[in-house]
Structure formats: C-alpha cells, structure tokens
C-alpha cells in the first residue's frame, strides 16, 4: 500500500497574523517611563574658592530624624505648617543698608534673615527617613520659594510666575519670548532657590 505524504500547512499567511499581532500590541500598550525629581545641580566649584561667610540668622534648618519627625530651627512642627515658616523666613527683609529689601513685606525681624538673597534653607535628614516624608518636607519648602516668586511676578507683571514659565514653554505662546524669559530671570534673581541639602546623617 503506498503512504500517503502528509498535507503541508500552509505558515505563509502566520507570518502575517504574528506582524498584526505585533502592531496592535506596540499600539496598544502604554510603556511606563520612570520619572525623578526635577533639579538643577550647582556647577562644579575649583578647589581653591572659600566658601562664602553666612551669617547664623540667614540660615533656616529643618531636619528630619528617623522616625519622620520634623525639627525647624531645633522646634518640633506639623507638616501641614512648614511653609509658612519658610516664607515667613526668606520674606523676613531684616537686613540693613546693602542688605536691604525694599521688596519684602515679612516682620523685618532682626533675629531672622536679611534679604531673600541671603538666605538659605537647609534641609537635614536621617538615612533612615521614610523617602516619602522626605519627598512631601522638600515638596513644602519648594513651594514656599514658589508662593513668593506667584507674588512678585503678580506685583511686577500682572500673572504667576507660574504661568510665566508655563506661557515660556507653550509652542503656541505668541509673546516676546525673550522678554518672558528675562523677566522670568528677574523674579528667580529676587527669590533664588536656596535649598541646601546635607549629606544624610546616620
């Protein structure tokens, strides 16, 4: 009796459906990119620069120890009251003279700090602070130095600050770039963001 061949399968039209298959899975899947926080670095300093003199008052300190709890100026605080403190810090306009500010409505303590110019804030944690608290104690102190540049640019160019940068990024903007951009400089020069971030403490 003769054998019969075996029926070939027909893998031309596989080929295709395994393309199809491909496309609709690239098209339909959403690839998830993991974002950090956004931050500038300093720019690298030469070996033979001192460091600038601060004066103890110009200096805001908050720290967080390792069970999370919040410390400013050495003084236990509530999360929900960190900003406050913060503007009330850096919009203090205690200082004298060349330190001035003409441009500050704090209470011109002279305990406190001189001029936004001069004044840092340094932020200080345990290694074994949770990453959250961590993230939600920066978030606050950003958003202070924002609150205040929201007011200058409200004062000096009738918007936000906020919507300043935003307006700087839209493709569609169709103002004065660089006049934007400029004056979006000026209000960083009034407010710079100094935030200090030491090494963590064991």
Same mark, same amino acid.
């Given at each position: 009796? $003769?054998?019969?061949? $075996?029926?070939?399968?027909?893998? #031309?039209?596989?080929?295709? /459906?395994?393309?199809?298959?491909?496309? *609709?899975?690239?098209?339909?899947?959403?690839? &998830?990119? +993991?974002?950090? /926080?956004?931050?500038?670095?300093?720019?690298?300093?030469?070996?033979?620069?001192? @460091?600038?003199?601060?004066?103890?008052?110009?200096?805001?300190?908050? &720290?967080?120890? !390792?069970?999370? +709890?919040?410390?400013?100026? &050495?003084?236990?605080?509530?999360?929900? =009251?960190?900003?406050?403190?913060?503007?009330? *810090?850096?919009?203090?306009? #205690?200082?004298? #003279?060349?330190?001035?500010?003409?441009?500050?409505?704090?209470?011109? +303590?002279?305990?406190?700090? =001189?001029?936004?110019? !001069?004044?840092?804030?340094?932020?200080?944690?345990?290694?074994?602070?949770?990453?959250?608290?961590?993230?939600?104690?920066?978030?606050?102190?950003?958003?202070?130095?924002?609150?205040?540049?929201?007011?200058?640019?409200?004062?000096?160019?009738?918007?936000?600050?906020?919507?300043?940068?935003? =307006?700087?990024?839209?493709?569609?903007?169709?103002?004065?770039?660089?006049? %934007?951009?400029? =004056?979006?400089? !000026?209000?960083? *020069?009034?407010?710079?963001?100094? %935030?200090?971030? $030491?090494? @963590?403490?064991?």
């Amino acid at each position: 009796m $003769a054998r019969r061949a $075996a029926p070939e399968v027909n893998a #031309g039209s596989m080929a295709d /459906i395994a393309f199809l298959l491909l496309i *609709f899975f690239l098209v339909t899947t959403t690839i &998830e990119t +993991d974002s950090g /926080i956004s931050r500038k670095l300093p720019p690298p300093q030469e070996d033979n620069v001192e @460091p600038p003199i601060l004066k103890q008052k110009n200096i805001f300190v908050v &720290e967080l120890n !390792k069970n999370n +709890d919040l410390l400013v100026e &050495e003084v236990p605080m509530e999360l929900k =009251d960190l900003r406050e403190a913060a503007v009330k *810090f850096l919009d203090n306009g #205690g200082g004298n #003279g060349e330190e001035a500010c003409n441009y500050c409505q704090g209470a011109k +303590d002279p305990t406190s700090s =001189d001029n936004p110019t !001069k004044a840092v804030i340094s932020l200080r944690n345990n290694r074994e602070t949770n990453y959250a608290t961590y993230i939600a104690v920066q978030n606050e102190l950003v958003a202070a130095y924002t609150t205040l540049r929201n007011r200058e640019a409200e004062r000096l160019f009738g918007k936000s600050f906020v919507q300043m940068e935003k =307006d700087l990024k839209d493709v569609n903007y169709v103002g004065n770039k660089e006049g %934007l951009k400029e =004056d979006i400089k !000026k209000i960083q *020069f009034l407010f710079p963001e100094k %935030l200090s971030e $030491a090494e @963590p403490k064991k």
